[in-house]
């Protein structure tokens, strides 16, 4: 990566799954916008289920749709990954913006530059946690078109652990296809990444902006587009974007007992 100036402060809110089960949960992305609340009052909504002290996972993402970044050689690679285990996971540094609390892993949402070498930095995230017996999670947040572009090489090199497809700002596979193109581009993901578990990413609001296109109204969601795609073995749940406009939509409250 260009330089740890560039890593954005974005956490996952995501319960513990039991494994591959038809009961799915709620993923958000956190960090967005300063009225959104902190991660506790988030956390204390129960809406993503627990704190991080009683299981849910908190990972830091990298990325986003501003900026430019990419990984120059596979020692670039590694050296990104030894930063993040020092800085944000299970090593230890003089700099550690969180200070002693540690996240539970790394987030992909890589949406510039060139797909090079990301495989070789999850899989060296995934090594440092070997190495000290402690598991980093790994998820990725790829755009609907299948293959991803951009994060494609990375999830056939390396198994991640969740799989959140971004299924909007895509009108060939998100929601303005309608169910039919939701359900044609969710079977592909599955069906090519299946020891990940994989969540259907949607805007948490109809606003502009929020996202260009793929808002799914809540009762369309519940009673169309869920029955499409539950029936993969391993549909994880519903990834939000974001903690913000959910906030202001009640997405998740609307949903939460169907997903």
Known sequence: MASPSQLLLIVFLLPAIAAFSNAGNI??????????GSLADTC???LYSYCQSQGIKVL?????DIGNYSLSSNDDATSVARYLWDNYLGGSSSSRPLGDAALDGIDFDIEHGSPDHYGELAQSLVDLGNQAGTKVYLSAAPQCPFPDQHLGPALQAVTFDYVW??????????YSSMVSGVAG?????????QSSAVFLGVPASAAKDDAGSGYIPPDDLTSQVLP??????????????NRYFDRISGYSVAVRNSV
Do not use: H, P
């Open 165 to 174: 497809v971004q299924f909007y700002n895509n009108r060939d596979c998100d």
């Open 27 to 36: 993923a958000v992305y956190w960090g967005q916008n300063g009225t959104e």
């Open 60 to 64: 830091l993402s990298l990325g986003g």
């Open 185 to 193: 581009a969710w079977k592909m993901w599955t069906s090519s990444l």
């Open 228 to 241: 499409a795609i539950k029936q993969a073995s391993n549909y994880g749940g519903i990834m939000l974007w």
């Open 44 to 46: 204390n909504t129960s």
